[in-house]
Structure formats: C-alpha cells, structure tokens
C-alpha cells in the first residue's frame, strides 16, 4: 500500500522556537496533501489543503502566518509552527492524495481515499 | 451543530458480537464517508467508504448511508479483541477531494 512518512514523530521544543515537520509520499506523488491537529481525545481537525506549486488554503481560524506550509515537490509537504507555544503543542497529522494518474485502474476516482503519515507529536515548554 | 457528530462512548462489547458504530453529519452537500480506524498514538487508518445510499459491506464490516436522514454507520461482526480502537466518521465536503471533515470518534472495546 502506499506509504507516507512524517518526521519527526516526536519533537520538543523551547517556547518562541520555530518547528518544523515533514511529510514524504514515499511510493506515489500527490499534489496535494492535508494537514489537520489532533489534541488529546479530540478530532482530527483540518488546518490546511496543501497544493504542490501554489498556495496552501487555510481552514477558518487557522493563522497561515503562524502554521507555514510549503509544498515544494510532488512528494514533499512542510509544516513550520513559527514562535511555538505550549497552547500549539499536540499531535500534528499530515495525509496524502495520490494524484489520479498514479490511481489504480480499479479505484473509483472520486472516493478521494487518504494515506496518513504516522503523525508527529510536538510539545513545546 | 458539528459537522461531523459521533457519540464517543466508549462502547464496550463480548468478543464474538456484532459492534455498531453512529454518524451523523450536518451539511446536506456532503457528498463522500469515511470510517477509519486509529489506535493510542497512532494515525487513522482506512476501514471504509461509502457514497451511495445503502449498505456495502467487506468482510467482518458494513457501512450503511442514509443521505435523507444524514446518517453513517458501522457495523462490525464477529468483534475481535484486535478491533479495540477509537472508529473515526469522516465526511468529504466541496469539490476538493480528500478534503475531510472528521467526527470525535468512538472508543470501541472488545472483551475476550
């Protein structure tokens, strides 16, 4: 099945610092990736749409200047907490749309079906 | 009102029976559902999805859409010890696929 990875799986940093985390298709390329926050026993709750070459989009009340991201390649998405503080600590969870050229012929195109990274737990001090 | 609402249990049944699992969702233009499955400090995983109205069914497990009355559900036979985890209902709204919306969840427990 295709595989994505997210590093770190864990981070913890010092409050004001700036963290960054990666997301990698590892077997197929997705132009566009997802990034949602889950805190504990809460939802997982979407931040942002991650388009390759162009702009994230950012759901209501997420501040794009605080939560950077960059989708540079077809297999890479970065998320930057800039200036953490302990409020943004939590379990930030990227996932990954294949692009449908990679789609296998069986799959209905439309189910829009997701690949998780493992996540990555952020605590900031 | 949530987009997505899940009664969050935990719900707690004997190895052997039949678990089932409830969404409902809000937004009328939802058009997609999803139930993914994630253990303790783990990330989702996929068990499911369903658009149209009715049943579809793999395996042990069934998913059951009711656009008019705006419910999912999941059922899963012949629960497993294994299958204790928290069952997430995600719903896909807009043009934008895989754009998800996702429930609390429900904390399943199966007992041997």
């Known amino acids: 099945g295709a595989v994505v990875s997210q590093h770190p799986s864990r981070v913890i940093c010092k409050s004001g610092t700036s963290v960054k985390i990666e997301c990698r298709s590892l077997d197929f390329q997705a132009t566009t990736m997802f990034w949602y926050r889950q805190f504990p026993k809460q939802s997982l709750m979407l931040m942002a749409t991650s388009n390759e070459g162009s702009k994230a989009t950012y759901e209501q009340g997420v501040e794009k200047d605080k939560f950077l991201i960059n989708h540079a390649s077809l297999t890479l998405s970065t998320l930057t907490v800039t200036s953490a503080h302990p409020e943004d600590s939590s379990f930030y969870i990227c996932?990954?749309?294949?692009?449908?050229?990679?789609?296998?012929?069986?799959?209905?195109?439309?189910?829009?079906?997701?690949?998780f990274g493992e996540g990555s737990r952020l605590t900031v001090l | 009102q949530k987009e997505v609402e899940q009664n969050s249990g935990p719900l707690s049944v004997p190895e052997g029976a039949i678990a089932s699992l409830n969404c409902t969702y809000s937004d009328r233009g939802s058009q997609s559902f999803f139930w993914y499955r994630q253990y303790s400090g783990k990330s989702p995983e996929l068990i499911m999805f369903?658009?149209?109205?009715g049943d579809k069914e793999d395996g042990r497990f069934t998913a059951q859409l009711n656009k008019a009355s705006q419910y999912v559900s999941l059922l899963i036979r012949d629960s497993q010890p294994s299958d204790s985890a928290t069952y997430l209902c995600a719903v896909k709204r807009g043009s934008t696929l895989g754009r998800l919306y996702f429930g609390r969840g429900t904390q399943l427990t199966v007992w041997p």
């Open positions: 369903i658009y149209s109205n």
């Open positions: 996932s990954a749309l294949p692009s449908p050229s990679l789609w296998d012929k069986n799959q209905n195109a439309n189910t829009g079906e997701l690949f």
